[in-house]
């Protein structure tokens, strides 16, 4: 009679299993019995009970128990102990940890004994059923039996709430087999028949064949070179063996390595988390060396050691060794998984090596037509940890981050070598790290003329009409060059396109984007520019010029009738004198320095329509350019330069300042 809260105990044992625990246990347990008969016509029938409901769509009813049978040396008294005890250490010697009847209980409402067994010169037959509450044995029964042999009957019933087993006995029989794959390749160790069958016998399916039958195998072992590998542990070396398997019709499942203990499959890993080209499934060739649809494949890699054997978790879900990094054992999963992946890289290594310079082709393809900035480095980068079929977001994301490990790098570098206190003991390093700085700035470059490419054709694209026939209103286009309602104080260099007008734009010292001069809801230019000339070191000097912008809305010329308010040449004409009254500050509340020779320049940008030309050339007395985009005037009472330009000529000037670095990358 035990004592033992077995509630607590099924609960406690971790997610980590699955509806196929127990029935690999009780598996187990037949074939150690058969073992232990010495008998070498060992049998194992498994025999799927389904649901009595029907299902609405006629498919197969769902399976709800499954009854072991074995003929090995049976539920003797020696054993019935031994089941009675919560930690036996009757199979400790093959990995047993007395606690695999529990999972059982974790998955199925009841879980029943029938056997029979050698007791002195004749057989017995016992029953019993395992407790729900204190006794791990209730309802014991014990009579003689007529059987002529000995042999065990487990049966697992019913199924508990929430849980469900593949309908198919070829894919649980499939699924058996992988967790029970070591008992049929242990080399000088032949397995029982292991036979799945319906309840009633029908359908019956030899789990051997999965591995032994050549015609009809889905699972074949690859020849490797290496098999082995060593690891340190706290105080000794390890030793593991690899076997590299092809798993057939693997529908959704991945390349995987299983960790074995005991000659069971305990824990693992896919494949491809250490090797990306593992993610999609492989495929054989035919005679003509052509892919063979029909016949896909997924690499298995089992792990065996000592190691393992000893580090078992008492639910055989997993092991007591961390997964990253163990300090205690000193040999973690991860560590153990990295090295048989590289075995079962090269059991596959062919088919590696064309995944890994597709991905390469895939990433240069993005590299040449998305982001040639990344040109440089992509000579020298590490592709092996990128998925193997990356997207675009991926392969930016990992370009990035090298980008930041090389500038990280080279900081470092300069760091070191601005400590040195000797230069000539540094020249070496001194060009080294040059070079690298050269490299990243060149990346830096070729990616801000990128996307000038593609700031020139929005802006291009925000010309056009849309799909009613409309024009985009003149905010749009002003935001495309320079945010509305914004400064150089909250706008940033990379955040505005002014060079799109003109490039000395680009070293302004302060920028107000339609925003009023004198901080009151007043008149206010489009864009006013306080320009910084280089030859020039002050912010607000005289001598530096102002630069005004007045945008109209693409085909717009209402501003060149006789009645309008809107008139952008005057509009300038008066920001100017009122700059030179003195009536406007700086930002910071200074006085805006203007002399009487202060140089100022307007730009009206609109579409030059007939209308407009006219009213330029007869009201306003402007003289067009050479290329007929573009009108223009000196206005040397107030020293004020004005230009009217067009939309057009802005695209095409912008077009062509840049064409040259476009051709140079090949966008």
């Known amino acids: 009679m035990s004592n033992v809260n077995i509630k607590r105990a099924v609960e406690n044992i971790r997610a980590n299993t699955t509806v196929y625990t127990p029935v690999v246990e009780m598996i187990v347990n037949a074939i150690q019995a058969i073992d232990e008969s010495g008998r070498t016509d060992g049998r194992v029938s498994i025999r799927a009970q389904r649901s009595s409901q029907t299902e609405l769509d ?27 005890t919560l930690y036996t250490d009757l199979w400790i ?18 879980l029943h004994v029938k056997s029979v067994y050698r007791d002195g010169s004749g057989l017995k037959a016992r029953s019993v059923s395992m407790g729900k509450d204190n006794d791990i044995i209730v309802r014991e029964k014990v009579t003689a039996s007529e059987k002529q042999e000995p042999g065990t009957v487990v049966t697992l019933s019913v199924l508990k709430k929430g849980r469900s087993f593949d309908k198919t006995l070829q894919t649980i029989g499939r699924n058996l087999v992988e967790r029970l794959l070591p008992y049929f390749i242990t080399q000088d ?17 030899r789990l051997n064949d999965f591995v032994s039958n050549e015609l009809s195998a889905t699972i074949r072992e690859i020849a490797v070179e290496r098999k082995r590998f060593t690891l340190k542990a706290l105080d000794t070396e390890e030793e593991f063996l690899v076997r590299v398997f092809k798993l057939y019709a693997p ?3 991945k390349s995987r390595i299983g960790l074995v203990a005991h000659k069971r499959e305990v824990a693992g890993s896919a494949i491809h988390k250490y090797i990306p080209e593992f993610e999609d499934e492989f495929y054989e ?33 997993g092991f007591e060794f961390q997964m990253e990094s163990d300090l205690i054992l000193g040999i973690a999963q991860a560590e153990i998984e990295r090295d048989a992946a590289a075995i079962a890289k090269e059991a596959v290594g062919a088919d590696i090596t064309l995944r890994q310079e597709k991905k390469k082709e895939r990433v240069q393809s993005y590299v040449d037509e998305e982001a040639p900035w990344h040109k440089a480095m992509l000579e020298k980068i590490d592709l092996s940890g990128m998925p193997y079929n990356p997207t675009n977001e991926e392969i930016e994301t990992r370009l990035q981050k090298e980008k930041f490990a090389q500038e990280t790098e080279i900081k470092r570098d300069v760091a070191k070598l601005l400590a040195e206190s000797n230069f000539d003991n540094v ?13 990243t700035s060149k990346n830096d470059l070729i990616h801000y003329i990128a996307l000038r490419r593609t700031i020139i054709d929005i802006f291009g694209k925000s010309l056009e009409v849309n799909d009613t026939g409309a024009y985009a209103s003149e905010g749009v286009v002003h935001d495309i060059i320079f945010p509305r309602k914004g ?40 864009l006013l520019v306080y320009n910084k000339r280089v030859l020039f070191r002050g912010d607000n000097e005289a001598s530096n010029p102002i630069t005004i912008f007045e945008f109209k809305k693409p085909q717009r010329d209402d501003f060149a009738n006789p ?13 100017v004198n009122s700059i030179r009254d003195g009536k406007y500050k700086t930002p910071e509340g200074r006085k805006m320095l203007v002399a009487e020779n202060t140089p100022f320049y307007g730009y009206v940008v609109c579409d030059l329509t007939h209308k407009v030309e006219s009213w330029l050339e007869r009201e306003k007395d402007f003289k067009p350019m050479p290329d007929r985009l573009g009108w223009f005037q000196w206005m040397g009472n107030i020293n004020l330069y004005v230009e009217v330009i067009s939309w057009d000529k802005v695209l095409k000037d912008a077009k062509m300042r840049n064409q040259i670095f476009f051709q140079k990358l090949g966008i």
Do not use: M
């Open 58 to 84: 006629d498919s197969l009813p769902e399976i709800s128990s499954f009854e072991v049978e074995d003929n090995g040396i049976g539920f003797t008294d020696v054993h019935r102990n031994s089941f009675d």
């Open 93 to 110: 010697k093959e990995g047993g940890k007395g606690f695999g009847r529990l999972t059982g209980l974790k998955y199925f409402e009841d």
């Open 189 to 205: 160790y032949v397995c029982p028949e292991i036979v799945l069958s319906e309840h009633d016998g029908s359908d019956a399916i």
């Open 251 to 253: 529908r959704s499942h």
């Open 285 to 317: 060739k035919d005679s003509h060396g052509e892919i063979d649809r029909e016949r896909n494949y997924i690499i298995k890699a089992y792990v065996f050691g000592p190691y393992l054997d000893l580090n078992v978790s008492l639910e055989r879900g």
């Open 427 to 439: 020249k070496e390093s001194v060009l080294e790290i040059v070079s690298k700085i050269s490299g």
């Open 487 to 526: 400064d150089t104080e909250v706008t940033s260099f990379d955040n505005h396109n002014l060079w799109i007008v003109d490039e000395r734009l680009n070293f302004t010292t302060y920028v107000s984007s339609d925003g009023p001069l004198d901080g009151k809801n007043n008149e206010r230019p489009d």
């Open 563 to 575: 009645s309008s308010e809107e008139d952008p040449i005057q509009q300038i004409v008066r920001y």
